[in-house]
């Protein structure tokens, strides 16, 4: 039963992404059914085998030693404050100012974008989707919600709102690297390293069956901005800025949003006698007993899925870790869940950076937001199944 359920979960997300699709008729089976194949053997090795484990625990090994030197600079400016674990915004949020540093140099020294482009183009040859298509996809897992439309900006007026639409999937169903570090402070880093990649195929998977489409040759074509123009320190400085931007605003939506779910949590408390929370916990239960989690956390599940939806990933990853799930692979699979921006504010966020750049292109956005907070949850819910599959 442990493998057969998750396996039901999964066709359950397909049929769901089925349903909602734009053209039914242009859906593509066979590069939906190799990247499936491809995202379960991923899984397989990452979480199964000694090679993969041992890949993840290198990683996480690398990031931490970043972290150590991100708080020696958090330090030199909090000073001691950086060894106070209560304090979020410190410990936790400000080491993205480092990471994102690293990230421009990676990308002044053109690592970056060579990596991202090759990359994308040889998915695109898996999976059956457009050159830009898949470099989207790739570049969501390094650069940051804004920085990926503006390194495609000189194709967005010209794209139909199926092609728009796979632009924006991958930007909302990642998660940046420079964030990485930060969410590694509250999971499991096997978890978090694992569930980047099988969300980048998932994306590829749910887009292709929700807003399928036909690309003509003359169209595929893949010459991306080079964002790498300036000086190197004039480079460094502006990503060192991006991220404490970045910071700020995660800090600003977690007062924000934490709050509200105090006072909503008060008010059906007041009621009811029974949390915002708990209700929302029976309502996604279903969908958490579709991933893989026992019955008997399912609510528990369900109430971390929830709050992640209408609130943040953060706040979210804080609930998990008040829980006390019962196993290993529980953990594993709602911590896997957790790993992408798909909640409502992403979807403010994704429409104003398209609107930024060409206001016309936002609109369309801003009509398919919904269902694109769809599909990036499903997206969410195919890798946690996955997990709960091979783990």
């Known amino acids: 039963m442990d493998r057969i359920i998750p396996l039901v979960g999964i066709v359950f997300f397909l049929l769901v992404a089925f349903l909602v699709s734009k053209d039914r008729n242009k859906i593509r089976l066979r590069p939906i059914v190799v990247m ?44 001691d404050l950086v060894d106070n674990n209560s304090i979020f915004f410190v410990t936790s949020l400000m080491p993205i100012v480092f990471i994102s540093a690293l990230l421009g140099i990676l990308n002044y020294l053109k690592i970056l974008p060579f990596i991202i482009k090759w990359v994308g183009l040889g998915l695109s040859k898996i999976s059956g989707l457009g050159k830009l298509e898949s470099y989207v996809g790739v570049a969501a897992m ?32 990642s998660v940046s690297m420079g964030i990485v570090g930060a969410y590694m402070l509250y999971l499991d880093p096997k978890y978090v390293l694992a569930a980047i990649p099988l969300n980048l195929f998932g994306v590829f998977v749910i887009e292709s069956i929700i807003y399928p489409y036909e690309l003509k040759e003359e169209d595929d074509q ?18 060192i800025k991006d991220g404490f931007d970045t910071a700020v605003g995660v800090a600003a939506q977690l007062i924000g949003f934490t709050a509200l779910i105090f006072l909503i949590n008060g008010i059906f408390n007041g009621l009811i006698g029974i949390s915002f929370q708990e209700i929302a916990g029976y309502i996604f239960s279903p969908i958490a007993f579709l991933m893989g989690v026992p019955w008997a956390e399912a609510v528990q599940g369900g ?12 706040v979210a990853m804080l609930e998990l870790n008040n829980l006390d799930f019962s196993n290993e692979r529980t953990l594993a699979i709602m911590s896997t869940f957790l790993i992408s921006f798909a909640n409502f504010s992403s979807i403010g966020i994704i429409t104003g950076a398209v609107s930024t750049i060409n206001k016309k292109q936002g609109d369309v956005v801003a009509s398919f937001g919904l269902k694109l907070l769809l599909g990036s949850t499903l997206v969410s819910c195919l890798t946690a199944s996955t997990i709960a599959l091979v783990f």
Not at 143 to 157: A, R, Y
Not at 303 to 314: G, L, R, Y
């Open 36 to 79: 499936l194949a491809i995202q379960i053997t991923l899984g397989f090795i990452l979480l199964r085998s000694n090679i993969g484990l041992s890949l993840l625990s290198g990683l996480a090994s690398i990031f931490e030693i970043l972290l150590s030197y991100a708080h020696e600079g958090t330090r030199f400016v909090f000073g």
């Open 142 to 173: 390094v650069l940051g919600q804004t920085e990926i439309f503006l390194s495609i900006k000189d194709f967005m007026d010209d794209l139909p709102p199926n092609r728009l639409y796979a632009m924006c999937a991958p930007a909302m169903s």
């Open 222 to 239: 893949l010459i991306v901005k080079d964002l790498s123009q300036k000086s190197f320190f004039g480079v460094v400085a502006e990503y």
């Open 303 to 314: 109430s971390v899925i929830a709050t992640k939806i209408v609130t943040n990933e953060f």
